[in-house]
């Protein structure tokens, strides 16, 4: 056989087994590099995954809050340290007017309660605890059960919100109901609007004409202006005559 042949043959075999070897690099180079691109991606998935379940966690959490702040009631209040309750729809102005009775100044809430608002005023030389519950629908069922804990009634009303008057109305006479002597201060809230009843109206619109004889009870036109400005005169004789009130009841 000729030997330039042979040579050339082995030559062409050697050429084959270099392709074989390239190939087989560089398909073990791709290999690797889908999985690491496979890890990676797993990786990824893993993260997205560790969000989510932390999003979850904290939106349960929250919901958890939101639930507890409904159903869980504040400490039952000792039977001698009976406290000023303060009611009223949602949206009627019960903070703002609660915090403007403490600090003598006008100070407007932000937002509505949700809850229970427990504070405490000084009045002279004493000193008087109101506790304001939330009034949106979730907290009135929480309202007559600290009706017998009451040693008055303030119930706050927005007289330019004509509308709910009437719901205002049913809650109001539902609470006299259910405790036939507990004195009773009503606040016509928000007068300084224009499109406010006069506390006249108000009178009417909750018939408060039907509140009975063995009851006391007090209408005041209230409003609040601008923040850190004095408390009207009337929020001032409100102030003075609740005052007067607990401490005939206690």
Known sequence: ????????????????KEKIREKEKKGKEKGEEERSMSKE????????RGKETKKEKEEAEEEGKSISTLTRPPLEPPEKNKQILVLGLDGAGKTSVLYSLASNRVQ???APTQGFNAVCIDIEDSQMEFLEIGGSEPFRSYWETYLSKGLLLIFVVDSADHKRLPEAKKCLHQLIGANPVLPL???ANKQDLETAYHI??????????????????????????????EIPSTMQDAK???AQ???EVQ
Request: glycine residues 10%; proline residues 0%; without cysteine.
């Open 245 to 247: 009130l607990a401490a």
């Open 185 to 187: 201060v009503v606040f």
């Open 1 to 16: 056989m000729d030997r330039g042949k042979v040579k050339k043959r082995e030559k062409g075999r050697g050429t084959e």
């Open 41 to 48: 991606e797993d990786k990824e998935k893993s993260r997205e």
């Open 240 to 242: 003075d005559l609740i």
């Open 200 to 229: 006249t109206d108000i009178h009417e619109a909750l018939a408060l004409s039907e509140v009975g004889n063995d009851r006391k009870m007090f209408l005041f036109g209230t409003h609040l202006t601008k923040n850190g400005s």
């Open 108 to 110: 407007h809430s932000v």
